[in-house]
């Protein structure tokens, strides 16, 4: 029996009044999954006093949003990102999860904690998630030995200034540089300790990452995504930058670099944002094994619905991330509304 898996990219519940009506065109998908997946992109937090949204910080309320994911059957996300900020969010937020029996990974009281997996169980077969970020504050971000925060990877960047093969070539003053990035090696060889970690407890690891800047795949993100599946991992997905971004296929496992926003209806300053192009990404298990990895688009309506698209109706959008995943070695195909992943290498 197959087990069927749904992986979603940002859920922010910021501005939500009625818990029935973000999930509620996408709800009867998640009910025939047996384990849905999604980054939490806000706290389910009321701030003493109230909370201006010149300052920085997504909270939702935490009764309406917390009842939107269980409703919907969402059961389990991932918490390591950049809006999971500050001890008494993260707090409350993981205290609201736990009241409603809704799985969390990613962030915690300490580091410890924050860089725990989440083990669940079905037919026999247990899944195991973790989520780091490389998108986060410098300040009391990360999770400290003693100190509350999130799971993270350092990332960082240099500037280079090409001395071969470079057009204007290298002997001008005010060539541009290139734009260079790395994922830090202490931070990886911490990812390679909690994947085999995992291992040792799940058949199968799932691992989800808050990266990116823009539509680019950067060498980090690569870095990252290999070094996971090298060290174990069944599945890499990664989210942050609010794109669909391309999919890569490394040694037979599918690597969503960005499933974009899910259910984004607020973000910085209390702007409300445009229809993104996200994607819902559905994997199919088999003896431990993947069976079938495929994606569906999403946009959002006027009511902050998520709704799901053809691959017909994104057409320029879709063309692109064909193309762009043939770059990196990933096939894909039209298969009735959705997009299947051919994963023989």
């Known amino acids: 029996m197959a087990t069927k898996m749904i992986l979603t990219g940002d859920?922010?519940?910021m501005n939500v009044t009625d818990p029935a009506v973000p999930f509620s065109l996408v709800q009867a998908e998640f009910r025939v999954a047996d384990i849905v997946f999604c980054n939490l992109?806000?706290?389910?937090?009321?701030?003493?006093?109230?909370?201006?949204?010149?300052?920085?910080?997504?909270?939702?309320?935490?009764?309406?949003?917390?009842?939107?994911?269980?409703?919907?059957g969402i059961q389990a996300v991932g918490l390591a990102n950049n809006v999971n900020y500050g001890e008494a969010a993260i707090t409350a937020s993981i205290d609201r999860l736990d009241e409603l029996g809704i799985a969390h990974t990613g962030a915690g009281a300490n580091q410890s904690l924050a860089r725990a997996p989440v083990i669940l169980m079905r037919d026999g077969v247990r899944f195991g998630f973790l989520q780091r970020s490389s998108v986060y504050w410098p300040t009391n971000h990360e999770a400290g030995e003693v100190s509350p925060g999130i799971?993270?990877?350092?990332?960082?960047?240099?500037?280079?200034?090409?001395?071969?093969g470079s057009r204007p070539p290298a002997n001008r003053p005010g060539i541009p540089p290139e734009i260079v990035t790395w994922a830090d090696p202490v931070y990886l060889k911490r990812l390679d300790d909690d994947i085999a970690a995992l291992r040792g407890r799940a058949e199968v690891v799932v691992t989800s990452f808050h990266w990116g800047l823009h539509q680019e795949v950067l060498r980090y993100m690569t870095d990252i995504a290999h070094r996971a599946i090298d060290?174990?991992?069944?599945?890499?997905?990664?989210?942050?930058?609010?794109?669909?971004?391309?999919?890569?296929?490394y040694k037979g496992v599918p690597i969503f670099y960005g499933l974009g926003s899910f259910?984004?209806?607020t973000g910085h300053g209390g702007r409300q944002h445009g229809d993104w192009?996200?994607?819902?990404?559905?994997?199919?298990?088999?003896?431990?094994?993947?069976?079938?990895?495929?994606?569906?688009?999403?946009?959002?309506?006027?009511?902050?619905?998520?709704?799901?698209r053809a691959p017909a109706d994104e057409g320029v959008?879709?063309?692109?991330?064909?193309?762009?995943?043939?770059?990196?070695?990933?096939?894909?195909?039209?298969?009735?509304?959705?997009?299947?992943?051919?994963?023989?290498?």
């Open 277 to 308: 192009l996200g994607m819902m990404a559905r994997v199919s298990w088999e003896r431990r094994k993947i069976a079938d990895a495929a994606f569906r688009f999403v946009r959002h309506d006027r009511c902050n619905r998520t709704v799901l």
């Open 151 to 164: 799971a993270v990877i350092r990332g960082h960047t240099a500037y280079h200034v090409p001395m071969h």
């Open 41 to 72: 992109e806000c706290c389910l937090y009321r701030a003493l006093g109230g909370h201006a949204v010149e300052h920085e910080g997504f909270f939702a309320d935490p009764v309406v949003a917390g009842e939107a994911l269980q409703s919907a």
């Open 317 to 345: 959008e879709f063309d692109e991330i064909v193309q762009r995943s043939a770059g990196l070695g990933a096939r894909l195909a039209v298969r009735s509304d959705e997009v299947e992943i051919d994963l023989r290498t």
């Open 231 to 249: 060290a174990g991992a069944d599945l890499v997905i990664g989210h942050g930058p609010h794109y669909s971004l391309p999919i890569e296929v």
């Open 11 to 13: 859920v922010n519940l």
């Open 263 to 265: 259910s984004f209806h």
